[in-house]
């Protein structure tokens, strides 16, 4: 298990690359920043490709900064 800075990078990267914005704080809401369902699904399979963790796409719906996706990560 990847982290917390290791997650918090990771996700700020993916982020970056998927909603072509930088910089992206721990605390930016990815639906805010132009998120969608489609850029979601295709963020959390990055993540589970790259680091084989696997979040359900509800939690970043109701978690949709990178610190809170990050907490809910490590209490899995």
Known sequence: MPTRP???AMLTRLWSEKL????V???DNFFALGGDSLLAADL??????QFGIEVDAAVLFLKPTIAELVDEVLAA
């Not at 072509?20 to 910089?23: A, C, S």
């Not at 959390?44 to 490709?49: K, P």
């Open 6 to 8: 290791e997650l918090e």
């Open 20 to 23: 072509n914005i930088t910089p």
């Open 25 to 27: 704080g721990v605390e």
């Open 44 to 49: 959390l399979m990055d993540v589970y490709e």
